[in-house]
C-alpha cells in the first residue's frame, strides 16, 4: 500500500517513516513540507493514504478539502499535537478519516495507519476522550451537507465561489460593486444556509458543487 507524509517537521517525518517501515508492509511514495508539494506528489504518485499535521507550518485545513475534492477515494489521517473540539470537528468535515494525537503509543499509530488503509475510521484514546467530551458523534461528518435542498441566489454563488478562490471581503466588495458590510453579511447568511462554521465549510461546498476547481483555487491561495 502506498502512502505520502506530510509534515513541515523532518523529525516528525523520519519517525513515523522509522516506525511504518519497520513495522508494515507499506510504501511511502513521497514526503511533503507543504501543501503545494503535496498536492504535486498526489498528481505524480498514486496513493492510497496520506499521513497529514495539517497544523505544521506550510500546511492548512483547506489543503485537506483539496485532496478530498481531487481524489475523493484517499484516505487521510492527520497525526497532529492536541487540538480542540471545535478544530477536529472542522478536521472531519473536511475529510479526515482517521485522527491520533503525536504523543500517542506506537502501536496506536500502526493501528490507525492499517484500519485508515482499509477505509476505516480510528481515533487514538486521547482524540475520542475529547469528542466524547464535546457531545459529538464522528459518523454524522460522514457527509457534511444533507440531500435536503439549500437555497442559494445567484448573488451568493458569486460570493462563495469567489471566497472559496481565496478572495477578502474587500477584494470581493470591489469586484462585485457591493459594500465590504455587504459581502460580509452575505457571507453570515451563506454559512446559516450551508450549517457551516468557517471559511473551509464554504470552499469545500465550492468544490463539491463545481462553483470552482480545487486547483484554481490552490493557484489563488499560493499567489494571494
Known amino acids: 500500500m502506498r502512502l505520502i507524509l506530510a509534515d513541515s517537521n523532518d523529525l516528525m517525518r523520519v519517525g513515523i517513516r522509522t516506525i511504518l517501515n519497520t513495522k508494515l508492509d507499506v510504501e511511502i511514495v513521497g514526503e511533503a513540507q507543504s501543501s503545494k508539494e503535496l498536492i504535486d506528489m498526489l498528481t505524480s504518485f498514486p496513493t492510497e493514504l496520506v499521513v497529514i499535521d495539517y497544523t505544521s507550518p506550510g500546511f492548512d485545513i483547506d489543503v485537506l478539502l483539496l485532496i478530498k475534492g481531487m481524489y475523493p477515494k484517499i484516505n487521510l489521517l492527520a497525526i497532529t499535537p492536541e487540538q480542540s473540539a471545535q478544530v477536529l470537528v472542522d478536521a472531519l468535515r473536511a475529510g479526515i478519516t482517521s485522527y491520533v494525537k503525536k504523543d500517542c503509543s506506537i502501536p496506536e499509530i500502526i493501528e490507525a495507519v492499517t ?12 482524540i475520542l476522550d475529547t469528542i466524547k467530551e464535546a457531545n459529538l458523534d464522528v459518523d454524522d461528518f460522514d457527509d457534511v451537507f444533507s440531500c435536503e435542498a439549500v437555497l442559494i441566489s445567484k ?62 483555487f490552490l493557484f489563488t491561495a499560493d499567489n494571494s
Do not use: W
Open 155 to 216: 448573488r451568493e454563488c458569486e460570493i462563495i465561489t469567489l471566497i472559496a478562490e481565496g478572495f477578502t471581503n474587500q477584494q470581493i466588495a470591489d469586484k462585485l460593486f457591493i459594500s465590504s458590510h455587504t459581502v460580509n453579511t452575505h457571507r453570515k447568511n451563506i454559512m446559516a444556509k450551508l450549517g457551516v462554521k468557517n471559511t473551509a465549510g464554504i470552499v469545500m461546498y465550492a468544490i463539491k458543487t463545481n462553483l470552482t476547481s480545487p486547483n484554481k
Open 115 to 126: 484500519e485508515t488503509l482499509k477505509g476505516n475510521k480510528f481515533f487514538c484514546g486521547q
